[in-house]
């Protein structure tokens, strides 16, 4: 998908959203490596996680601090670029959170607490559905255009056989439900734009460290990797898969 192709005609102007480390900053290094994008906005909830994002020097690139889990943030951030465009032509979502400070994901029922389980939702569904809305108008337009998110297998409830991490699984259901509704919707309201939940495989990334010794080598993915692997399943999307679940080797996973 992201390969100087001249059949490529969606890629003048994206969004992505979590693009100051992992693969939301892979996107962003692979979108600007395209000579023919026009702009690439992106998103970072905090100066001190994107250092890298804010050194790129490339004047395509418009950054944005936003934290997805507070509409009027997201509302300001797409007002500001609508601003600059009247349409965006690929969005990517790649917030999540797994662990974040003493939160980690529950190994059995002895370690819910609703406190840590509404932090999950409103950072993997809550905000996620947020995005969908606010960024609607900008997908209203008659050009191909693409809204993924990154979800993950184990939010699968089809393929969960060995429990625990409740938050994170059950929130990352919750999203792929969201993402299924709001593409009926936008069937209606934005026909040529293609939403999908995408499972980008175990990424060596910061969410993943702490889970990564259990891993086989072949299967713990470079950002660089799952971005060439995310843009393969992009490419080869058509308007029948809005609303579907896939995996980064194209394979469609079960809900």
């Given at each position: 998908?992201?390969?100087?192709?001249?059949?490529?005609?969606?890629?003048?102007?994206?969004?992505?959203?979590?693009?100051?480390?992992?693969?939301?900053?892979?996107?962003?290094?692979?979108?600007?490596?395209?000579?023919?994008?026009?702009?690439?906005?992106?998103?970072?909830?905090?100066?001190?996680?994107?250092?890298?994002?804010?050194?790129?020097?490339?004047?395509?690139?418009?950054?944005?601090?936003?934290?997805?889990?507070?509409?009027?943030?997201?509302?300001?951030?797409?007002?500001?670029?609508?601003?600059?465009?009247?349409?965006?032509?690929?969005?990517?979502?790649?917030?999540?959170?797994?662990?974040?400070?003493?939160?980690?994901?529950?190994?059995?029922?002895?370690?819910?607490?609703?406190?840590?389980?509404?932090?999950?939702?409103?950072?993997?569904?809550?905000?996620?559905?947020?995005?969908?809305?606010?960024?609607?108008?900008?997908?209203?337009?008659?050009?191909?255009?693409?809204?993924?998110?990154?979800?993950?297998?184990?939010?699968?409830?089809?393929?969960?056989h060995s429990g625990g991490w409740y938050g994170y699984r059950a929130s990352k259901s919750?999203?792929?439900?969201?993402?299924?509704?709001?593409?009926?919707?936008?069937?209606?309201?934005?026909?040529?734009?293609?939403?999908?939940?995408?499972?980008?495989?175990?990424?060596?990334?910061?969410?993943?460290?702490?889970?990564?010794?259990?891993v086989p080598p072949e299967k713990l993915f470079s950002v660089d990797r799952t971005v060439?692997?995310?843009?393969t399943v992009i490419d080869r999307l058509e308007p029948i898969d809005s609303g579907e679940?896939?995996?980064?080797?194209?394979?469609?996973?079960?809900?």
């Amino acid at each position: 998908m992201l390969e100087n192709n001249p059949s490529d005609r969606f890629l003048k102007t994206a969004l992505v959203v979590g693009g100051g480390q992992g693969i939301g900053l892979g996107f962003v290094r692979r979108l600007l490596d395209r000579a023919d994008s026009e702009c690439v906005y992106a998103t970072y909830r905090s100066l001190e996680s994107a250092t890298e994002l804010l050194a790129i020097a490339d004047p395509r690139l418009c950054c944005f601090q936003m934290d997805i889990t507070d509409e009027s943030q997201i509302a300001a951030v797409i007002h500001k670029i609508q601003t600059e465009t009247a349409t965006l032509d690929f969005v990517i979502n790649a917030v999540g959170v797994l662990h974040e400070g003493a939160m980690q994901p529950e190994k059995s029922l002895r370690h819910i607490n609703s406190e840590q389980l509404l932090r999950y939702f409103q950072v993997n569904s809550v905000g996620a559905i947020l995005l969908l809305k606010q960024v609607q108008p900008l997908l209203k337009h008659p050009n191909r255009s693409i809204l993924a998110t990154i979800s993950a297998k184990v939010g699968s409830i089809g393929d969960n056989h060995s429990g625990g991490w409740y938050g994170y699984r059950a929130s990352k259901s919750a999203l792929n439900m969201l993402i299924r509704t709001t593409a009926i919707e936008y069937k209606r309201t934005c026909p040529q734009a293609i939403l999908v939940a995408l499972h980008p495989g175990t990424t060596d990334t910061r969410l993943s460290l702490p889970f990564q010794r259990n891993v086989p080598p072949e299967k713990l993915f470079s950002v660089d990797r799952t971005v060439s692997q995310l843009c393969t399943v992009i490419d080869r999307l058509e308007p029948i898969d809005s609303g579907e679940f896939f995996s980064w080797d194209g394979s469609q996973l079960p809900w």
